[in-house]
T-cell receptor, first 112, second 115 residues
Framework: QKEVEQNSGPLSVPEGAIASLNCTYSDRGSQSFFWYRQYSGKSPELIMFIYSNGDKEDGRFTAQLNKASQYVSLLIRDSQPSDSATYLCAVKGSGTASKLTFGTGTRLQVTL | DGGITQSPKYLFRKEGQNVTLSCEQNLNHDAMYWYRQDPGQGLRLIYYSQIVNDFQKGDIAEGYSVSREKKESFPLTVTSAQKNPTAFYLC??????????????FGPGTRLTVL
């Protein structure tokens, strides 16, 4: 059973729309949650992290965390073609080591 | 200019050879990590080190070895015992003591191909 699940996509949204990316996790004691963006052939780059229930906003990006439902999401407002990439959800578990568990990623396509 | 460097960018290996991938960071981070990514897959943890001269196996350590003799460096050796080494290898670092939820930052990666 996968510990971090994401829909592989592709998720296709028109330019200017809101893209909604979702992630569920199995470890109820998980502490921190990260969203990375990965362009094809490149390494992941951090978008944002969240560790408290609720919303966290950074520019066009909003992360939402619901620990009771074991669910974290990323909203991208005013989507641009440059947002087309794979978005990886990563979760830091309840152990003391700093290990992250990654989902397989959701591929986002922003169409003109 | 702080960051994480990995070399080489591309590496070709013949079957039966050991190869070493370099990872260096000047972010003064205590923790370093090695991941492997296969096409269409998420990242899988190979080894990690939280402090100099100490490291732990990740989820897929078989066929790999590491050392952590310096805080800045965490080289990964892919041995001939690794049966399917062709993949994209990513090094990351973090500072667990800093107030960033222990965020990991990635180097540019090394793409290893076995001929």
């Amino acid at each position: 059973q996968k510990e971090v699940e994401q829909n592989s996509g592709p998720l296709s949204v028109p330019e200017g729309a809101i893209a909604s990316l979702n992630c569920t996790y199995s470890d109820r004691g998980s502490q921190s949650f990260f969203w990375y963006r990965q362009y094809s052939g490149k390494s992941p780059e951090l978008i944002m992290f969240i560790y408290s229930n609720g919303d966290k906003e950074d520019g066009r990006f909003t992360a939402q965390l619901n620990k009771a439902s074991q669910y974290v999401s990323l909203l991208i407002r005013d989507s641009q073609p440059s947002d087309s990439a794979t978005y990886l959800c990563a979760v830091k578990g309840s152990g003391t080591a700093s290990k992250l568990t990654f989902g397989t990623g959701t591929r986002l396509q922003v169409t003109l | 200019d702080g960051g994480i460097t990995q070399s080489p960018k591309y590496l070709f290996r013949k079957e039966g050879q050991n190869v070493t991938l370099s990872c260096e960071q000047n972010l003064n981070h205590d923790a370093m990590y090695w991941y492997r990514q296969d096409p269409g897959q998420g990242l899988r943890l190979i080894y990690y080190s939280q402090i100099v001269n100490d490291f732990q196996k990740g989820d897929i350590a078989e066929g790999y070895s590491v050392s952590r003799e310096k805080k800045e460096s965490f080289p990964l050796t892919v041995t001939s015992a690794q049966k399917n080494p062709t993949a994209f290898y990513l090094c990351a670092s973090s500072n667990p003591l800093r107030g960033e939820a222990d965020t990991q930052y990635f180097g540019p990666g090394t793409r290893l191909t076995v001929l």
